[in-house]
């Protein structure tokens, strides 16, 4: 089987002119240039060197590319970065700052959820842990202890190759108890 790509393939995707677009990213404000359609995950790691966001089917069908679009999760490949001017835009890059605020002397910590990882060993390979970890952190932030079936149904439809789906619900359950110890 032929190998997946690591990153997304050259910006432009049609004929359309190129323009500037002012966005704002883990509340700095940018200025890329793309054309309407280019997707946003695309000028996040190309032009704005945020790696966090990951290339994997580019069908919005795995999760890998998953930011936070005015704090709720989309993924990032399949989003025209013309729609997301005007909006708030998180990666992972920003995730602990949602958490310990920006301002805060917490800042440079992690959130609880990749420390949960980091501490259940998640990862294997990792390209696919972006998407797992984004939308467990917004899960945890809108329902404080969920419930088996809530951390599921909330993580359905992202996808991990090398089966780490065992210890990812460790540690959302690890998180859950960090947060709410909190
Ligand atoms: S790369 Fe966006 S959902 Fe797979
Ligand atoms: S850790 Fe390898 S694809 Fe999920």
Redesign the pocket.
Known sequence: MQEQVAG?PAAKVNNEPEQSFDLTVNDQKHTVVGTFDTPL?YVLRGELQLYGP?????????????VYVDGKPI????MSVGRTVGHRITTLEGLSATYHGAGSNESAALHPVQQAWIDEQVPQCGSCQN?WIMYSAHLLSTVKQPTENQIRAALTGL?CRCGSQVAILRAVRRAAKTMGEA
Request: hydrophobic share 25%; net charge positive.
């Open positions: 997304p995950l990951r290339f994997g089917c580019g069908l919005a069908q795995c999760g890998a590319c998953t993924r990032s490949c399949r998407g996808k």
